[in-house]
């Protein structure tokens, strides 16, 4: 099964909202890192966030990292149109040397 | 230049041909990897090469076959694919497979197969 769970699966909102996926693993990481999917095409890294941090920002992105309840959030605010995309977290695990992706969250803005 | 780039966008193929997918990137990384991506699911990663040595087959089926000719070329060739290989394939690099804790991957746009 896949390591990362993320919630919801769907969001929908409008743009100028802020939109919050959660990310939820199994086993100990050493980091975690989220990425976009526009439709059809290649996934681009938006940030990471290593297992002795729990906090980070990037512009409009702000991501939280729990260790001890195995989840992460990343939220994305003042949402814009151009922010429709699917979004993955993935895990780099311990004594592993790859990324286990996420089921991922298909993020709509309506203008 | 970020940039890593696939070879063919889209590509048809029957059950019994052969083709490649070449993947190519000019970053200096010394990882590179293959995904391949159903409609609405995550990517799963297939194989991994480190420094042109092929790291990890993820119980790939023998019709897919990489090769890693230098350290900025990667190929995927395909033999006797079934419809249901039918997918988005992903390219990867990252700057070591062993930098724990970087590994930031960065992905090509993909090549659209469709296996009739």
């Known amino acids: 099964s896949q390591q990362g769970e993320e919630d919801p699966q769907a969001l929908s909102i409008q743009e100028g909202e802020n939109a919050t996926m959660n990310c939820s693993y199994k086993?100990?990481?050493?980091?975690l890192q989220w990425y976009r999917q526009n439709s059809g095409r290649g996934l681009v890294h938006l940030i990471l966030?290593?297992?002795?941090?729990r906090e980070k920002h990037s512009g409009r992105l702000r991501v939280t990292l729990d260790t001890s309840k195995k989840s992460s959030s990343l939220l994305i605010t003042a949402s814009r149109a151009a922010d429709t995309a699917s979004y993955f977290c993935?895990?780099?695990?311990?004594?592993?040397?790859?990324?286990?992706f996420g089921q991922g969250t298909r993020l709509t803005i309506n203008p | 230049d970020t940039e890593v780039t696939q070879t063919p966008k889209h590509l048809v193929m029957g059950m019994t041909n052969k083709k490649s997918l070449k993947c190519e990137q000019h970053?200096?990384?010394?990882?590179m990897y293959w995904y391949k991506q159903k409609a609405k699911k995550p990517p799963e990663l297939m194989f991994v090469?480190?420094?042109?040595?092929?790291?990890i087959n993820e119980s790939v089926p023998s019709r897919f076959s990489p090769e890693c000719p230098n350290s900025s070329l990667l190929n995927l060739h395909l033999h006797a694919l079934q419809p249901e290989d039918s997918a988005l394939y992903l390219c990867?690099?990252?700057?070591?497979?062993?930098?724990?804790?970087?590994?930031?991957?960065?992905f090509g746009a993909g090549t659209r197969l469709s296996v009739l």
């Open positions: 970053m200096g990384h010394r990882a």
């Open positions: 086993t100990s990481i050493n980091n």
């Open positions: 966030i290593r297992s002795n941090e």
């Open positions: 990867a690099s990252s700057q070591d497979q062993g930098t724990l804790a970087k590994n930031i991957q960065y």
């Open positions: 993935a895990t780099l695990i311990q004594g592993a040397q790859k990324l286990v």
């Open positions: 090469y480190s420094y042109e040595k092929l790291s």
